[in-house]
């Protein structure tokens, strides 16, 4: 798809059948545009890197799973997997407590979602000084040194969940990422995007962007095939993209996580039974309203024993809970209700972020009590955007070990060398 300079659905027509040689082309035009963007806003605040520490900086940050996931495996490489874990899972008092041990520390985070932003800010408030700056990342003049960059730059031109746009500007945000790794200089950058990124454009898209990262000086780790969230304990159907980046002059080799979940592993895949079942007579506040055509184009509705379906980043398009009855399929992209609709409901927040893995203590904004279907929605979204924590985790834990061990091999190092008395 293309999109044209108008307005409504008709803005979107399919793309030439171009050539690969053609896209490129076409590519490389929309990313010398997205070059001339003039950076003008300093960061506002005090940075705080830490010597002992692996600084971080977040890109596109939104509600924080990512940074959350990489924050628990930093943890976990200190203090113990099962430690970790377990004050994660207990709450935020127990689990701040041993936080800030965690060899990740991040320093700055960005997001043009204001919602997220606070929802970010709720949930680091009392345990990091990381300087927190809500906006265009294209504005921002110069990003700090960093050791470690993360960051889901957006997706919504890469999504097969709408129109699959070769010319989406957000497609081009990638390059701020690159922008960011040449002025923080990290040894390592983690970067993760929707399956569609891969395919887009007959993978042009894709080849570009792995070549535009490795053009900055990182050995780029990535697979062929998109990872699963559900082999890593979420009990969701999520494929997602993770390239690894490594700078060419450290000696580390990412290897990706090998599933912790499934056939063949130790522990059987987690089901919605086993992570909302506890839920059924208190879910929380759910997006109530009519199921729009494109709601009824497809099942929506899992089992109990199940994985859920993809946690999309809306309100209205949220899966239906597990005990709702079944849906039929009538004929191709059509689906009907087989009981009458009040007994029909969209999986609530609460339910949507255990699925998500994030924990129960996780504050999302905005909190009133009464929430709209509006106000909903926006966190809907957030939690939707969000890479699962568990995830996230299993990308990090290799690099949370490389960094402990640096950490060590730099404080040993540090504390070998001679203090020279020059009276």
């Given at each position: 798809?293309?999109?044209?300079?108008?307005?409504?659905?008709?803005?979107?027509?399919?793309?030439?059948?171009?050539?690969?040689?053609?896209?490129?082309?076409f590519?490389?035009?929309?990313?010398?545009?997205?070059?001339?963007?003039?950076?003008?806003?300093?960061?506002?605040?005090?940075?705080?890197?830490?010597?002992?520490k692996?600084?971080?900086?977040?890109?596109?940050?939104?509600?924080?799973?990512?940074?959350?996931?990489?924050?628990?495996?930093?943890?976990?490489?200190?203090?113990?997997?099962k430690?970790?874990?377990?004050?994660?899972?207990?709450?935020?008092?127990?689990?701040?407590?041993?936080?800030?041990k965690?060899?990740?520390?991040?320093?700055?985070?960005?997001?043009?979602?204001?919602?997220?932003?606070?929802?970010?800010?709720?949930n680091?408030?009392?345990?990091?000084?990381?300087?927190?700056?809500?906006?265009?990342?294209?504005?921002?003049?110069?990003?700090?040194?960093?050791?470690?960059?993360?960051?889901?730059?957006?997706?919504?031109?890469?999504?097969?969940?709408?129109?699959?746009?070769?010319?989406?500007?957000?497609?081009?945000?990638?390059?701020?990422?690159?922008?960011?790794?040449?002025?923080?200089?990290?040894?390592?950058?983690?970067?993760?995007?929707?399956?569609?990124?891969?395919?887009?454009?007959?993978?042009?898209?894709?080849?570009?962007?792995v070549?535009?990262?490795?053009?900055?000086?990182?050995?780029?780790?990535?697979?062929?095939?998109?990872?699963?969230?559900?082999?890593?304990?979420?009990?969701?159907?999520?494929?997602?993209?993770?390239?690894?980046?490594?700078?060419?002059?450290?000696?580390?080799?990412?290897?990706?996580p090998?599933?912790?979940?499934?056939?063949?592993?130790?522990?059987?895949?987690?089901?919605?039974?086993?992570k909302?079942?506890?839920?059924?007579?208190?879910?929380?506040?759910?997006?109530?309203?009519?199921?729009?055509?494109?709601?009824?184009?497809?099942?929506?509705?899992?089992?109990?024993?199940?994985?859920?379906?993809?946690?999309?980043?809306?309100?209205?398009?949220?899966?239906?809970?597990?005990?709702?009855?079944?849906?039929?399929?009538?004929?191709?992209?059509?689906?009907?209700?087989?009981?009458?609709?009040?007994?029909?409901?969209?999986?609530?927040?609460?339910?949507?972020?255990?699925?998500?893995?994030?924990?129960?203590?996780?504050?999302?904004?905005?909190?009133?009590?009464?929430?709209?279907?509006?106000?909903?929605?926006?966190?809907?979204?957030?939690?939707g955007?969000?890479?699962?924590?568990m995830?996230?985790?299993?990308?990090?834990?290799?690099?949370?070990?490389?960094a402990?061990?640096?950490?060590?091999?730099?404080?040993?190092?540090?504390?070998?060398?001679?203090?020279?008395?020059?009276i």
């Amino acid at each position: 798809m293309i999109k044209l300079d108008q307005r409504g659905r008709g803005k979107f027509k399919p793309a030439p059948d171009l050539a690969p040689e053609e896209i490129k082309k076409f590519l490389l035009e929309k990313i010398m545009q997205e070059k001339e963007v003039e950076a003008v806003i300093d960061l506002e605040g005090e940075l705080h890197p830490q010597q002992d520490k692996f600084n971080v900086v977040s890109l596109f940050c939104g509600a924080g799973g990512l940074d959350l996931g990489f924050e628990l495996a930093g943890l976990q490489a200190t203090v113990g997997e099962k430690q970790g874990l377990d004050a994660f899972e207990h709450s935020k008092e127990e689990y701040n407590k041993i936080r800030s041990k965690s060899v990740f520390h991040t320093i700055f985070a960005n997001d043009f979602f204001k919602e997220a932003i606070e929802t970010y800010r709720l949930n680091v408030k009392d345990s990091t000084t990381v300087n927190v700056l809500p906006g265009d990342i294209r504005k921002v003049k110069q990003f700090p040194k960093a050791d470690l960059v993360l960051g889901g730059f957006p997706c919504p031109g890469f999504s097969g969940a709408g129109p699959r746009l070769i010319d989406d500007e957000r497609n081009f945000l990638y390059l701020q990422f690159i922008r960011c790794l040449t002025q923080s200089d990290p040894k390592i950058f983690v970067a993760e995007n929707v399956k569609g990124m891969m395919t887009l454009g007959k993978g042009e898209v894709f080849k570009q962007i792995v070549e535009d990262f490795e053009s900055v000086g990182y050995k780029v780790h990535y697979l062929k095939a998109p990872l699963n969230a559900r082999d890593y304990g979420v009990p969701q159907l999520r494929e997602r993209v993770f390239l690894v980046g490594v700078r060419n002059d450290i000696d580390f080799t990412y290897e990706f996580p090998f599933p912790t979940h499934g056939p063949g592993t130790e522990q059987p895949y987690e089901t919605l039974e086993s992570k909302i079942g506890d839920l059924r007579s208190e879910p929380g506040p759910y997006y109530e309203g009519s199921f729009s055509s494109i709601y009824m184009s497809r099942n929506r509705k899992k089992d109990w024993n199940e994985q859920s379906f993809t946690i999309q980043a809306s309100g209205r398009q949220a899966p239906l809970h597990p005990g709702c009855p079944p849906m039929r399929f009538v004929e191709k992209d059509k689906f009907e209700f087989t009981a009458p609709i009040g007994e029909y409901r969209r999986l609530s927040v609460k339910e949507i972020k255990r699925i998500q893995t994030f924990p129960d203590w996780y504050e999302f904004y905005p909190q009133e009590a009464q929430l709209k279907n509006g106000q909903l929605d926006k966190i809907y979204k957030q939690i939707g955007n969000a890479v699962p924590v568990m995830l996230a985790r299993a990308i990090a834990l290799p690099i949370a070990r490389y960094a402990k061990k640096y950490l060590e091999d730099k404080a040993e190092s540090t504390a070998s060398v001679p203090v020279v008395n020059s009276i």
